[in-house]
Each structure stands twice: as structure tokens, then as C-alpha cells.
């Protein structure tokens, strides 16, 4: 079955702690996204690549960083410089010729106390 | 005030009444999505258009592209049908980003 996987399901980690995201697919998509999902508050964009090797910042960054090194795989690193971490996560793929539709994975819960 | 507005944000109907869910955004867009969330997290895209209407079993979703105005019809809802609605919209400015509304908590009671 083609999809989207993201590890694990639930995350806690102690403050001052990075914490590394898996997200992976094997849709062929050329294009991975993460979203950041707060309560009361539309999703917003972290990162974005459309292409092995290549990203851009979303709308909320800091904090954040990402790598592109495999076409398949897109991980997000959450730092101890991202000053609220708490929140639910998800990634999202799209096709390079149809980037209007994103496919979503099922989402990490992180915790950081 | 959001580029993406939804209305409302929380719904609570009988089973097997007739759901809207309203949409309207104030940028120019080349595509308009209607995504569920059930309770677990996950998003499952339902409807992505660009005009006119959408139909996919009780599910159907309407654009106006003059209005900026988009809604999402539940028919003989059913509880299963209890989860998070989101709107989000793909501007036309040329970077293909989702802009993503709040979302509608809909919950059918038996």
C-alpha cells in the first residue's frame, strides 16, 4: 500500500532536548511539506521541498530544521530553540505535476515538558 | 482577520440531518480543499475544486469563485461522520502553499 508513514505516534521529551520527526512515503512524490497543528489554529507550514536536496522555510521555521536526503524521507528536527515544541505534528506529500493535492500522514504528538 | 474563515466551528446534529459547513476566503486561489480529521489526527483529503460542484457519495462541495464562498453538504449524516472539517485554499500567487482554515468540529449524536 503507497502512503505516508510518520514515526513515532506519540513523543515526549524533557525541555532543552532536540527531537528528530520521521516522516516517509513511498508515493514517488516529489514534494514533502510539515505542518504544525496548534488547538484553535489552522495548520501552518514548517518546512517545504519540492525537490531531493532542497527545502524552504514555511511560515514558522524557527525553531525547526529539516533535510532532504532521500527522496522518500523528510525529517523534521524539533531544537530546544523552539520555544513553544508542544503541539501535533504532521507531514504531507504532493505529486511535482499536481501540487494542489497533498496527501497527509497520521501525525506525531509531541510533548515537551 | 484569516485569509481562511469557517463557519461554524462547532456543529452538534441529530443523526440523519442535513450538515453545511460554510468556507470563504479573501485571496484569489487556484484550488479550494475540504480535508476530515477524525479524532486520531490523521487528514484525509475529501475534495479539492476549483469550480462549480463536487459530489463523492453524501458529500458534496460547492464553489463560488465571485462570492469567495465555499460550503460542504453532509447528507443523512451519520455518526461516523463526527470529525474536524478543514478548508484550505492554494493561492494563485504562484508558490502552490495551502492556506488552512480552523476547521468545524462536527459531532452526529445517535
Known amino acids: 500500500d503507497g502512503g505516508i508513514t510518520q514515526s513515532p505516534k506519540y513523543l515526549f521529551r524533557k525541555e532543552g532536548q532536540n527531537v528528530t520527526l520521521s516522516c516517509e512515503q513511498n508515493l514517488n512524490h516529489d514534494a514533502m511539506y510539515w505542518y504544525r497543528q496548534d488547538p484553535g489554529q489552522g495548520l501552518r507550514l514548517i518546512y517545504y521541498s519540492q525537490i531531493v536536496n532542497d527545502f524552504q522555510k514555511g511560515d514558522i521555521a524557527e525553531g525547526y530544521s529539516v533535510s532532504r536526503e532521500k527522496k522518500e524521507s523528510f525529517p523534521l528536527t524539533v531544537t530546544s530553540a523552539q520555544k513553544n515544541p508542544t503541539a501535533f505534528y504532521l507531514c504531507a506529500s504532493s505529486n511535482q505535476r499536481e501540487l494542489n493535492e497533498q496527501y497527509f500522514g497520521p501525525g506525531t504528538r509531541l510533548t515537551v515538558t | 482577520k484569516n485569509e481562511v474563515e469557517q463557519s461554524p466551528q462547532n456543529l452538534t446534529a441529530q443523526e440523519g440531518e442535513f450538515i453545511t459547513i460554510n468556507c470563504s476566503y479573501s485571496?484569489?486561489?487556484?484550488?479550494l480543499h475540504w480535508l476530515q480529521q477524525h479524532p486520531g489526527g490523521g487528514i484525509v483529503s475529501l475534495f479539492m475544486l476549483s469550480s462549480g460542484k463536487k459530489k463523492h457519495g453524501r458529500l458534496i462541495a460547492t464553489i463560488n469563485i465571485q462570492e469567495k464562498h465555499s460550503s460542504l453538504h453532509i447528507t443523512a449524516s451519520h455518526p461516523r461522520d463526527s470529525a474536524v472539517y478543514i478548508c484550505a485554499v492554494t493561492s494563485n500567487f504562484g508558490n502552490e502553499k495551502l492556506t488552512f482554515g480552523t476547521g468545524t468540529r462536527l459531532t452526529i449524536i445517535p
Open positions: 485571496v484569489g486561489i487556484s484550488a
